[in-house]
């Protein structure tokens, strides 16, 4: 069974950082892209990052380049997300999703339950 | 920037047929942008429901359906259940590693 747990958020002051781990179970985590995915109080789901099962290629949201980056560490089957220069608007539920990538299909097919940032001073 | 647009909310009677749908701000959705669909209820973590247009996630009822309709991606939920009534999120892959959620559809079961 797939499992994905998210750990790391909390509330971190305007400006500050924080980093958000996903450890998986279940599945070769190397041999699958995973994504953040976060959802803003009362709000909808926005995709926010997304990086490749070796780790080579990561791609961001407009709204977060240059201040998150994702990584992974396969010998630990974790997935991160490190958040710099956090703003009010960044606070969410941040969700971790495993992805499934092939010539014929893109979905997310699993979900974490996700942890709460909270971005306020 | 690319929009993915859905209804804001939508309402079907028990036993009824909804057909939620998921466009593009400018532009026409194909199979190309491997169309997915999620059901999210308060406090949960999304669901899969149907991937690639049309193809159910293991375990979800056949009574939920996927297609393209005209320039839109579609998901249509046939004799719906008190259950049913949720968030729907579609989710676009534009290429290149990025993809865009729909702002999500709030179903009504009444």
């Known amino acids: 069974e797939v499992q994905l747990l998210e750990s790391g958020g909390g509330l971190v002051q305007p400006g500050g950082s924080l980093r958000l781990s996903c450890v998986a179970s279940?599945?070769?985590?190397?041999?699958?892209?995973m994504s953040w995915v976060r959802q803003a109080p009362g709000k909808g789901l926005e995709w926010v990052s997304g990086i490749s099962g070796s780790g080579d290629s990561t791609f961001y949201a407009d709204s977060v380049q240059g201040r998150f980056t994702i990584s992974r560490d396969n010998s630990k089957n974790t997935l991160y997300l490190q958040k710099n220069s956090l703003r009010a608007e960044d606070t969410a539920v941040y969700y971790c999703a495993k992805g499934k990538y092939t010539s014929s299909t893109r979905h997310f097919d699993s979900w974490g339950q996700g942890t709460l940032v909270t971005v306020s001073s | 920037q690319t929009v993915v647009t859905q209804e804001p909310s939508f309402s079907v009677s028990p036993g009824g047929t909804v057909t939620l749908t998921c466009g593009l701000s400018?532009?026409?959705?194909?199979?190309?942008?491997?169309p997915s669909w999620y059901q999210q209820t308060p406090g949960q973590a999304p669901r899969t429901l149907i991937y690639?247009?049309?193809s159910r996630s293991s375990g979800v009822p056949d009574r939920f359906s996927g297609s393209i309709l005209g320039n839109k991606a579609a998901l249509t939920i046939t004799g719906a259940q008190a259950d049913d009534e949720s968030d729907y999120y579609c989710?676009?892959?534009?290429?290149?590693?990025?993809?865009?959620f729909g702002g999500g559809t709030k179903l009504t079961v009444l």
């Open positions: 400018s532009g026409s959705v194909s199979t190309s942008y491997y």
């Open positions: 690639n247009t049309n």
């Open positions: 279940g599945f070769t985590f190397s041999s699958y892209a």
């Open positions: 989710v676009l892959f534009m290429g290149s590693g990025i993809c865009v």
